[in-house]
């Protein structure tokens, strides 16, 4: 063996032995800035297990299955699911330039001497062309990185399907409620058309103003216009909650005009450590470790860079005698790059990888500020909405008694009928807004569901 083979099986050895230093800096998770307890909420709650599903979050059979009909067919679910199979890919990619790539070579080359002669030469084998060693850890660097983005993709994933259940049960809540103020503004209806035919008759008979007949018109003609507002609007939810699901909404799946919360009440006292569970913020956080590998890349930049380039196979100076005994043999060239001058780039560019770790981490914490804010938001929608709902149903009651007594004061002609029309247009808005705060008590349950990352635990 000669001293030049023996020194290159030991370059060799040596890059083996040195494979798998990193250049990149020990990342530690920021401290959450945020409190360890939510506004009003006491720690009685622990992170541990399993955070709930959203088949036992939902409780309504139709919408549990309109929800399953979105997850197999919405196209933005899809693409974030074909999202991940595309960094998975690139995750590949940069995988596999850690290990050496091999190749089928057969060549010829025929050239004049100096003599006049033609000279020949054949070879075929195997070659491995520009294999990087990897001393410093530049391209284990590039591979850690790429896999916390894939990683990332799948975290956004989840958080995609997390905001469509949501998006779905508050489509699908939204929908319920129309429903029940189109049946509201049906009855009222009936109810201004009624009277628009005593007032009417009254005024034929001497016993009604023009005045009375002219206002029992107008709420009359207000009530058909409401009506046609509400049968849009139902139209709307119904596309909206189509686009969602992706297909048809079969009409077994509708929710009636009902008032019954089809989920599971949230428990008291939630500590803050759950949101690290959102997808969105464990994202974030793989991002951050994406941003850090990127140094280490950086870093090893700095350092030499070596590859080897190898052969093995036959050579002959005949074709026909490729393959024959003798003819066999290797060639190995390794080769060192050491940066010199390269006007300041590899110092910007691990200044370019430092800022974005830096951003990374900032847009981490941001995250979590965010989700802090989203789930405080709804814990105080959640105080306040049963009173101001118990506060509302009592207007309700009150105003349907002062419709009855005004309208029963008007036929014994006590009151004027301006009393009674008041007293019509007042309940109306009342029960509208009656349930348009049940829809807001129902939805801020979703919107806590999702604040919480999709679930929760006891």
Request: proline letters at 4%; glycine letters at 6%.
């Amino acid at each position: 063996m000669s001293d030049t083979r023996f020194f290159s099986l030991g370059a060799l050895a040596a890059a083996a032995l040195m494979a798998g230093c990193s250049m990149t800096p020990t990342l530690e998770r920021p401290v959450a800035p945020v409190p360890t307890t939510f506004p009003g909420q006491p720690a009685s709650v622990t992170a541990s297990g399993p955070v709930q599903a959203w088949e036992s979050f939902i409780t309504d059979a139709r919408l549990r299955e309109l929800v399953a009909l979105a997850l197999k067919n919405n196209r933005d679910l899809r693409v974030a699911t074909l999202n991940i199979e595309q960094v998975r890919a690139q995750y590949q990619v940069r995988r596999a330039d850690q290990v050496p790539t091999v190749n089928a070579s057969v060549a010829g080359n025929r050239q004049p001497t100096a003599s006049g002669d033609i000279s020949s030469t054949y070879t075929a084998g195997l070659a491995m062309a520009s294999w990087e060693l990897d001393f410093f850890g530049r391209v284990a660097s590039l591979k850690d990185a790429a896999l916390a983005q894939f990683l990332a993709s799948e975290e956004a994933q989840r958080a995609v399907q997390t905001s469509l259940v949501a998006s779905v049960a508050s489509s699908w809540l939204g929908l319920q409620t129309d429903e029940a103020l189109l049946a509201l503004t049906q009855r009222t209806l009936a109810t201004r058309e009624d009277s628009l035919r005593l007032t009417k008759l009254r005024f034929d008979n001497g016993a009604a103003s023009a005045l009375d007949l002219r206002q029992a018109e107008s709420l009359t003609a207000a009530a058909r216009a409401t009506l046609a507002q509400q049968r849009r609007t139902i139209a709307q939810d119904l596309n909206a909650l189509t686009l969602l699901v992706g297909q048809e909404v079969p009409a077994n799946l509708l929710p009636g005009a009902g008032d019954v919360a089809p989920f599971q009440p949230v428990p008291e006292g939630l500590p803050s450590e759950l949101l690290t569970r959102r997808a969105d913020i464990r994202q974030a956080e793989q991002q951050m470790v994406a941003a850090n590998a990127n140094i280490g890349a950086a870093r090893a930049a700095f350092f030499p860079r070596i590859s080897l380039t190898a052969s093995v196979g036959t050579v002959s100076n005949e074709l026909s005698g490729l393959f024959k005994d003798g003819s066999w043999g290797f060639s190995l060239a390794p080769q060192a790059l050491l940066p010199i001058f390269d006007m300041g780039r590899n110092q910007a560019n691990l200044d370019s990888a430092k800022v974005g770790r830096d951003i990374a981490i900032a847009q981490y914490e941001k995250a979590i500020q965010t989700a802090f804010r989203e789930v405080a938001d709804a814990l105080a929608g959640r105080a306040t909405l049963g009173e101001q709902l118990s506060a509302q149903e009592a207007q309700a009651q009150a105003e349907t008694d002062r419709f009855r007594l005004a309208e029963l004061r008007y036929r014994n002609g006590v009151a004027s009928y301006l009393d009674v029309l008041d007293a019509q247009r007042s309940l109306f808005a009342t029960q509208q807004a009656l349930a348009q705060i049940r829809l807001a008590q129902q939805q801020n349950q979703v919107a806590l569901y999702k604040a919480l990352g999709g679930g929760w635990s006891e």
